[in-house]
Every structure is written in C-alpha cells, then in structure tokens.
C-alpha cells in the first residue's frame, strides 16, 4: 500500500512538500520554502534565528515535525520533546530521496534543513541553476539547497551559535543524482563549475552522481523523470512505480512556452503508464487562456521599436527563455541588452549544458550593467565574472550618455541605480512580469509607480490599480507568458494523463478540480495538510 502525506502546497500556491512511502521505500517530492505561511509571522526585519536551527520553523509550522530528516547540527538541546505531542509528529528512520521539480524556491528552499545524506534527484539544469542562485544570491540560512554551513560548535547552553552565513566555515556540499545526463558526459567545465565553492575536499564536497535508480528494479522503486516546460530551465515531473501502480507528480508546467513540445511528450509518456494517482499543479487554474511567450516577443517588440530612449525590461529572475526573448529584441532594434552580474553568471552556467545558449563574451548585443555602489566591493564570484568578461561591462555613465543604445534588464529591486543613471524623462519602463499576488507585492508596485513618477519614466503593461484591482490596461496587455497552464490546459493535462486519482496541489483554488472532473472516471481527492491518504 501506497501512502501519500502533503505537507506544504495545499490551498497554497508553492511550499510543496510531498511524503510518498511504499513499503520500506520513501522519497520526498520537493521540499519547497512556504512564502505564504513565512509571510504570516515574518517581514525582512523579523525572521526565523538562524542560530536557533530548526527550532522556528518548526514552531511556526514551516517545517513539518519529523523527527529524523533534519540536519542534526541545527538541532537545539531536547528539541523535538517540544513537538512530539503534535499530531503530525512522526519519527522516520530514513528518506531514500528528494525527487527535485525544478530549481524555484518555493519547491527547493527547505532542502536546505535536511540531513545531507538524503540525495537530491533533479537534472542536470536544475541541479546547475539551483548552484547559480545560491552561488549569486544572499543565500538565508532556510535557502541554501546545494550546499550549507555546519553548525559544529559546542555551546554550554544547548544553542548554537551563529555562524550559518560566515564565509570563513567550510562549507558542506550535498549530494546531487542527475537523471537526465550521465556524468561523465559533462564537459572538464561543468564538473569544474559543480565542484567548485568554499569547501574543504572530502568529505564536504559531493561530485555529482548519476540517477542510477531510473530504470532499475529491485532495491528501490522505479522511477521517471520527464523534462517539462516552465519559466526556469531544467524542470521535470516525475513518475514514481509504487506497489498500487504509477504515481506522477506534475511539478510546475505550462503548455505555452519555448519548450511546450517536452509538456506533450510528458502527457503521453504519463498516459502510458496508466497512473494510479496524478499530483497536479494548479496555479492559473482560474484563467481561461495564456500569452505565448512569442507574443511577449512580438508585443514587446512593437513597444520597443517605437522608443527612442533608455529602454528598461523588468522580467522575472532566472526566466531565461524571457531573457532571450529581449535578447532577440535587442537585436531586431539595434541595443544592446544590459544584464546584471547575476543573470550574466546564469547564463554563463546554463551555457555549460546547453551549447545553444549565447555566449556573453562572443555576443555583440550582451553586456553586463555593473552596479556602481555595491560593485565596489564585490564577492568572489562577482569578481571572476567582471575579469572574465572586461570588455563587456557598462557602468551607469555608459548607459547615461548612450541611452537610446541600451535595454536595460532591471527589476524593482535595482531602482536604486537610477539615481546614477538619471534616465531622460519619456524613458520606457516594460513590464513582462505578474501582477502583485499579496499585500506586500502591492506595496512594491505602489513604490514602483512612484519611482517612474520622479524619473518620469513611461510605464508599459505595468499594472494600475484602480478600486483596489490591479490591472494592466488593456491595449497594454500581452507581455508576460506565465510560467503556469492556464485552466484550460490543466484539464487536458489531467485529462491526457488520466489517471484514477487527481490530486492538486500548488492551487488556491483546487476545488476547480472536483468541478471539472465529476463524474470522469477520475476521483478528484483534496488532502488535508499533515493527514496521510492511502493510494
Ligand atoms: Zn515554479
């Protein structure tokens, strides 16, 4: 008997947590950081301690109370006494792996608190942009998914101290199985990449393994990745062989993207195992229809073409397939596409996989915007990446005095360069993100539209509110491409799968299910957060 426990991703969008046990056989489907309950209690001046380990999140129900998948050096003096009363407390000798949907936070981010020998299936892409944004980011102690730093001191009260985010600790690198490639196919550059970072050598540092599972039987279930389409590189669902039959988790999707052919082939290849049970993404459940991501292109294009200023994109992180979106626009209208460090060392790593994307140092319409304060004291891998590209650099001056040679990839958090930049008045400022989702989002974009006031920048698709909705105005619209299937896909996602069971998950709305599927020949089952259904 199949048992299924959800521990995160119920009527959330996000912070799924996925028990699946057979037997002896146990993994875990992603281990995503909660952003919505984290919101409920905290801000950025009130966080989680760092030097109190698991002890917060677990208090806080970010974390379920599961004695034995933790790290044991976040473990404070008598924790888990706390927690044992909890009805959905459990004990559990040993998780065999976490199988990874792909590299958002949302379904990575608490990998960060479990025990570094449970390994972490994913793809290559994933394994590789989860390192990118942990080696390029501030990297919080609840977020650091490819490697961490040890707690290891002796304290006389029982906690420990704080030392997660020193730089001086060498850190621990986790153990990562890739099922897509085998890792000897890699090029020197890519092993090089994987292996480097602020470790000693062994036993801190895990070369990448193979997904030596897939396709073998016996000690361990049979299990299938299928790449599928999403906004951020390398995302999978999975399929997992069980003793009730075929269970497949969807991960995030869309059907509408660069990559919507590797959704289909998931459909099919889903269908014909003939699933017991389908765990479905169900973001957009509510739309009706989606914007291609070649009509961001053709849409942001036009708007483009017709500036004859500074152009700034605001896009989502680590969208790389909107990245190349204005790259192409940036070579269809003669600029140059200015990227940050970040995105820049993304692509850099992405390149490492996937010959077919450009290379920085031989693009004539790439360059990199180096921040003017912060840059002046930049981290190691900033430091690499400004020698390694030298030719390529452009500083606010360079952009201030060519303005109608540049498109600018900025999002609200980079305004602060504006100051330095001093854009003309009648600057365009293109907006190919979501619209505000929480209150706090709201606030940005109310800070946002002040911003473009004081600059006098021009927003395009940006949204407005009005009675208190926000809305992009209509002869704007149709410049962002979800990273999520709109309803309509959804059904013929579940319905091209269909398996016995359908069980949503990453939704707010997952009655949406039960409405569309009365009556199909599938049961539509809404777990319970913490409850164990039997599959
Ligand atoms: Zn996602």
Redesign the pocket.
């Known amino acids: 008997m199949t048992q299924l426990t959800f521990y995160g991703g119920i009527n959330e969008i ?1 912070g799924n947590k996925i028990l699946l046990e057979d037997g002896s056989q146990r993994f875990l489907l992603d281990f995503g950081f909660p952003y919505k309950r984290h919101k409920l209690f905290y801000e950025e001046y009130l966080k989680p301690r760092s030097g109190a380990g698991l002890l917060d999140p677990l208090a806080m129900g970010l974390l379920p109370p599961l004695e034995g998948i933790y790290r044991e050096d976040l473990e404070t003096a008598n924790l888990w006494s706390a927690f044992r009363s909890n009805p959905s407390y459990r004990k559990l000798e040993h998780v065999d792996g976490i199988l990874l949907s ?1 590299a ?1 936070l ?2 990575s981010g608490h990998i960060s608190f479990l025990k570094d020998s449970i390994p972490v299936y994913s793809t290559a892409a994933t394994a590789f942009v989860a390192k990118a944004i942990q080696d390029s980011g501030k990297s919080d102690f609840d977020q650091q998914v490819c490697y961490f730093n040890p707690v290891s001191f002796d304290c006389p009260t029982g906690w420990k101290q704080e030392a997660f985010l020193s730089s001086n600790v060498p850190k621990q690198q986790r153990q990562f199985c890739i099922a897509d490639v085998a890792p000897s196919d890699l090029s020197a550059n890519a092993v090089q990449f994987w292996s480097s970072g602020f470790w000693e050598k062994t036993p801190r540092q895990r070369e990448l393994a193979s997904c030596a599972l897939l396709g073998h039987t016996g000690c361990v279930l049979n299990l299938r990745c299928f790449p599928v389409d ?3 590189p390398g ?1 999978c669902a999975w399929g997992i062989e069980t003793s009730s039959g075929w269970i497949v988790y969807s ?2 999707l869309r059907l509408h993207g660069k990559r919507a052919e590797s959704t289909r082939r998931f459909m099919d290849e889903a269908a014909a195992l003939k699933p017991r049970a389908l765990i479905l993404e169900g973001t957009n459940v509510r739309r009706v229809s989606n914007v291609a991501e070649h009509e961001v292109h053709e849409n942001a294009l036009r708007a483009i073409a017709d500036s004859h200023g500074l152009v700034i994109a605001d896009f989502p992180a680590r969208d790389v397939d909107r990245l190349l979106t204005f790259l192409q626009i940036a070579r269809d209208t003669g600029r140059k596409l200015a990227i940050l460090p970040k995105d820049a060392y993304l692509l850099k790593t992405m390149r490492l996989l996937e010959q077919t994307v450009p290379d920085i140092a031989h693009n004539g319409n790439i360059v990199i915007y180096q921040d003017t304060i912060a840059s002046k004291s930049p981290n190691l891998w900033m430091r690499n990446l400004f020698q390694e590209y030298n030719n390529k650099i452009v500083l606010a001056s360079d952009v201030r005095t060519s303005q109608d040679q540049f498109i600018l990839c900025f999002s609200f958090f980079d305004l602060n360069e504006l100051p330095s930049i001093r854009p003309n008045p009648g600057s365009l400022y293109l907006f190919s993100s979501s619209e505000p989702h929480d209150e706090e989002q709201e606030i940005d974009f109310r800070r946002l539209h002040n911003w473009l006031k004081v600059f006098e920048l021009t927003p395009f698709g940006l949204p407005v509110e009005r009675d208190g909705e926000w809305q992009i105005p209509d002869e704007e619209r149709g410049l962002h491409a979800s ?1 999520h299937a709109c309803g309509t896909d959804l059904i013929n996602v579940a319905r091209a799968v269909k398996p016995e069971i359908l069980i949503p998950v990453h939704s707010e709305y997952p009655n949406f299910y039960i409405e569309n599927f009365l009556a199909s020949g599938t049961t539509v089952f809404l777990p319970n957060v913490g409850e164990a259904i039997q599959i």
Request: zero cysteines; glycine letters at 24%; a negative charge.
């Open positions: 996000g792909h958002h949302d379904h999403h906004s951020i995302a991960g995030d990273g």
